[in-house]
């Protein structure tokens, strides 16, 4: 049986199975972050987060996730 190497398969994890689900309002004061553009980001599928009722949550590992793929982004368009 062949097995991905461990870097490759830490690659593929989900962020939402990494770390705490937490409320996206209260991520967003311990980051720093707009709650409002988070739950955009989310609403959009650019964010991984999962809605229970009316609030938002994620992980921490998720928009951090999200806020390096934007700097990705960025860098690769000024080259």
Do not use: C
């Amino acid at each position: 049986m062949i097995t991905e190497p461990t870097e490759k398969r830490q690659a593929h994890e989900d962020p939402l199975t990494t770390g705490e689900l937490r409320p996206l309002k209260e991520l967003a004061e311990e980051m720093s972050l707009n709650y409002d553009s988070l739950r955009k980001y989310a609403q959009k599928d650019r964010l991984r987060a999962v809605k229970f009722g009316l609030q938002w949550a994620s992980t921490r590992k998720a928009i951090e996730e999200y806020l390096g793929s934007r700097y990705d982004r960025a860098v690769t368009r000024q080259k």
